[in-house]
């Protein structure tokens, strides 16, 4: 600091042989202090520091083509149009499945494609996206199985098997897919993306609660995306599993049903012709055991169609937390516009979910507003009261029969 003095005091200071040794004496003694030393090292600092955050004012940019406006309604609205079909018209369901499988998939080959140029923050909003239609795929998947076992016909049953396989296996590739995508994300995350020496600043939302992204993030993240991958592939292993058992035993069971069934229906002809000849056998066959046509009819009821008409149906609550997307753009603030901008990638987006609103509208069209429980619900209902009605009515002619 202070040669840089001596070189500026001028030629007639400078001239001055006494001055000239004080001036060096000073320097050489103050340049040893620690206190000037310690100035200089964080006026340095402070000029690096301030060089540093120049540089990462736009470390929270978002790419419009990953996680633009138009991307994330159009990912918002697969989620609800899937939940609202799957439990309205199951038949439709497999369209919205593919389409958001389809979505998601695609925006992750394009995040891998593009990822020398993705920033850390991008991967994160990439990240929420994706484990969104996840979750949504992922309990769309299991209401759609519950009500396609609940209606499936045992003579198309091969058939429907291999069809409801072909879209849980694409949701199984995507969603390991995916996951292994956020692994990596999480591993590298400290040199992650075109901008790693800005991602210290990055704030991580976790259900709400903001977290340093490099520091108490990055392990939550790491543990959080293990556990739910290694469940996942357990759940998926142990589900092909258990469907080949189950098509294995089915084909080995279908020429005996068919056979027993054979031999049922041509018994139940003989009998029901035999009693057609004779009224009196008729009432013979319904006190036989001494059962009472009432009591008969209450039998009847105690079928497996009543336990299932009695029998509270399965209620699934669907709640997807929009709140950490939304809010993790606005803990980490940018200087652009690129999560509010519309372009020809955001109206393509939304584009894509033409398909899954269409199919809801139809399903209104055909069904109401009513879940599929309900429906359920009532139609066994109406058909309990039917099958109620043809038994009592039954029971009058037989009496009628008997008594003449």
Not at 212 to 238: D, E, H, K, N, P
Request: charged fraction near 20%.
């Amino acid at each position: 600091m202070l040669v840089h003095l001596y070189l500026s005091t001028g030629t007639a200071l400078s001239r001055d042989p006494e001055i000239k040794s004080w001036i060096m004496y000073m320097s050489i003694n103050v340049s040893a202090d620690p206190f000037f030393l310690s100035l200089e090292h964080c006026t340095a600092s402070t000029v690096m520091s301030t060089s540093s955050l120049t540089e990462c004012i736009g470390y929270a940019d978002t790419n419009p083509d990953i996680a633009g406006v138009g991307v994330r309604i159009s990912f918002y609205l697969q989620a609800f149009l899937l939940v609202l079909l799957v439990d309205r018209s199951w038949e439709d369901a497999p369209i919205t499945l593919w389409t958001f499988i389809a979505t998601s998939f695609g925006i992750s080959l394009a995040a891998i494609i593009q990822r020398e140029q993705l920033s850390f923050f991008q991967a994160l909003q990439l990240s929420n996206l994706i484990w969104l239609a996840n979750f949504g795929i992922f309990f769309a998947l299991a209401t759609y199985s519950r009500h396609k076992a609940e209606a499936s016909d045992p003579v198309h049953e091969s058939s429907s098997h291999v069809s409801d396989f072909k879209v849980k296996y694409g949701a199984m590739v995507q969603t390991i897919f995916s996951m292994i995508l956020t692994l990596y994300i999480w591993i590298r995350a400290p040199t992650f993306g075109n901008q790693s020496e800005c991602s210290p600043y990055l704030k991580f939302v976790l259900f709400l609660f903001e977290v340093r992204a490099l520091g108490a993030g990055r392990y939550i993240g790491l543990t959080m995306s293990s556990l739910l991958t290694f469940i996942y592939v357990c759940v998926a292993i142990r589900d092909i599993q258990s469907r080949r058992q189950r098509f294995e035993l089915g084909s080995a069971r279908k020429p005996r049903m068919e056979k027993r069934e054979s031999h049922s229906l041509s018994a139940h002809i003989s009998k029901m012709s035999t009693s057609s000849t004779n009224p009196n056998m008729q009432a013979t066959y319904a006190t036989s055991d001494g059962v009472t046509p009432t009591r008969h009819a209450s039998s009847a009821l105690r079928t497996p169609l009543s336990s299932a008409v009695t029998r509270r149906p399965k209620r699934r609550r669907w709640f997807y937390d929009l709140d950490p997307i939304e809010v993790l753009l606005r803990r980490n603030p940018s200087t652009s516009d690129g999560a509010t901008q519309w372009g020809f990638g955001q109206v393509l987006a939304l584009i894509v979910v033409t398909p899954s609103a269409l199919s809801v509208i139809d399903a209104f069209s055909r069904h109401g507003f009513k879940r599929l429980s309900k429906r359920k619900k009532r139609g066994h209902e109406i058909h309990r009261r039917s099958i109620e009605d043809d038994i009592r009515e039954e029971s009058v002619l037989s009496n009628f029969s008997w008594k003449s």
